[in-house]
């Protein structure tokens, strides 16, 4: 059997396996790293639910090579959390219930990441169109769309916040030190 070495950078580590070369992105994921929140649920690229991130970019893993990911940054559902505290999408399946049996959440949130890295304020019918590519047998997508609005919003009220500390400390130096009197 001849296999290939590849290096990536999952989730910000670096990872390397030796492999097939006709081994799908998505079983490298799964079986070799161990990342089984990466879902397999037509292998022909329909449903969605193995959609990662390749170099910041929507990908379905189920019809990508491993070999084809050699040397690119992948981006799995393990990676959105920070630690114990829930990415903003990931909350917003969780509030709005945007989730039934759950199959197809990790890589609807992944497709829905992407879509709010392009655009930060979508209409519904952009998020529409933008989770188009992923199915859900259970849901009427009405909670999931609810879901993908609470986020954008949650996310551009962590930018604004963000821009607003940034304003009021530029030319200023910030320490941890409490101020001295003068």
């Known amino acids: 059997m001849t296999t290939t070495h590849v290096t990536l950078t999952v989730n910000g580590e670096q990872r390397e396996a030796d492999v097939e070369p006709r081994l799908l992105l998505v079983h490298l994921l799964r079986d070799v790293f161990g990342l089984t929140g990466t879902h397999i649920g037509c292998d022909t690229s329909n449903c969605g639910a193995c959609t990662v991130h390749v170099n910041g970019r929507s990908a379905k893993s189920c019809t990508m090579l491993a070999v084809q990911a050699d040397g690119a940054e992948i981006g799995t559902i393990e990676g959105l959390a920070d630690g114990a505290t829930l990415h903003p999408l990931q909350q917003a399946f969780w509030d709005q219930h945007g989730l039934q049996c759950g199959f197809c959440t990790p890589g609807m949130i992944m497709q829905a990441a992407w879509l709010l890295s392009e655009n930060g304020d979508p209409t519904e019918e952009e998020i529409r169109h933008g989770i188009s590519g992923n199915l859900c047998r259970c849901t009427g997508y009405v909670n999931i769309v609810k879901s993908i609005q609470q986020a954008a ?30």
């Open 153 to 182: 919003g949650s996310l551009a009220e962590a930018e604004s916040a963000r821009v607003v500390a940034a304003a009021t400390t530029e030319g200023q130096a910030v320490t941890a030190e409490p101020a001295t009197a003068g």
